[in-house]
């Protein structure tokens, strides 16, 4: 069935440093891979997406990679900050059915 | 983004009783769906609420555990039914809304004694 396999689990890293999240997919039919944040106690919240038809897309500090070849897809922050301190999510689906499938998270501690 | 919103915001229910939690957004959506997200676990989706019709189930979930309404393009219902300790999790709508992008509500905190 499908499966999304995320990675690693844990990430700390130093306040200014790169952190680096990466994702496996199953379906070779998934055709669009969004990022969600989530804070303790709060809602996932969506920070960034990725379609099938492009490579790469980045937002302020926060980029996308997809390589369709490979299925695999990652999410880079630059200069981390410890507001980015929260768990991530990855995620993948089909257009057709818009199920989301999620990976199993990545606990980011980002410390001064 | 759409303005969604969930009630009840978090109850304690008694184990064999049923809770039915409101999703409610602020304009039409195309799709609405439903989440279980367990204690420190990532988001598992229970169905795909349609509108006009029955919802679509995810394997291991079952209409007669997870009733799902969707009278309209706005608002949704999720009933959990004859709960069990198994059942306390955060129940989560979300919505698709003209492009691909979901959108998720603030969600409702379950605990079952």
């Known amino acids: 069935g499908e499966n999304v396999e995320q990675h690693p689990s844990t990430l700390s890293v130093q306040e200014g440093d790169s952190a680096v999240i990466k994702c496996t997919y199953s379906d070779s039919a998934s055709n669009y891979f969004p990022w969600y944040k989530q804070e303790l106690g709060k809602r996932p919240q969506l920070i960034i997406d990725i379609r099938s038809n492009v490579g790469e897309k980045k937002d302020q500090r926060i980029a996308v990679t997809l390589n369709k070849t490979a299925k695999h897809f990652s999410l880079h922050i630059t200069e981390t900050q410890p507001e980015d301190s929260a768990v991530y999510f990855c995620?993948?689906?089909?257009?057709?059915?818009?199920?989301?499938?999620f990976g199993t998270g990545t606990r980011l501690q980002v410390f001064p | 983004s759409a303005v969604i919103s969930q009630k009840p915001s978090r109850d304690i229910c008694q184990r064999g009783t049923s809770l039915t939690i409101q999703c409610q957004v602020d304009?039409?959506?195309?799709?609405m769906f439903w989440y279980r997200q367990q204690p420190g676990q990532s988001l598992t989706l229970i169905a795909t609420a349609n509108q006009g019709s029955e919802a679509t189930y995810e394997s291991g979930f079952v209409i007669d555990k997870f009733p799902i309404s969707r009278p309209n393009l706005t608002f949704s219902t999720l009933t959990v039914s004859n709960m069990s300790p198994e059942d306390s999790s955060i129940y989560l709508c979300?919505?698709?809304?003209?492009?691909?992008?979901?959108?998720f509500g603030p969600g409702t905190r379950l605990t079952v004694t």
């Open positions: 304009s039409q959506v195309t799709m």
């Open positions: 995620a993948a689906s089909r257009y057709n059915t818009d199920k989301l499938i």
């Open positions: 979300s919505v698709r809304t003209g492009s691909y992008e979901q959108y």
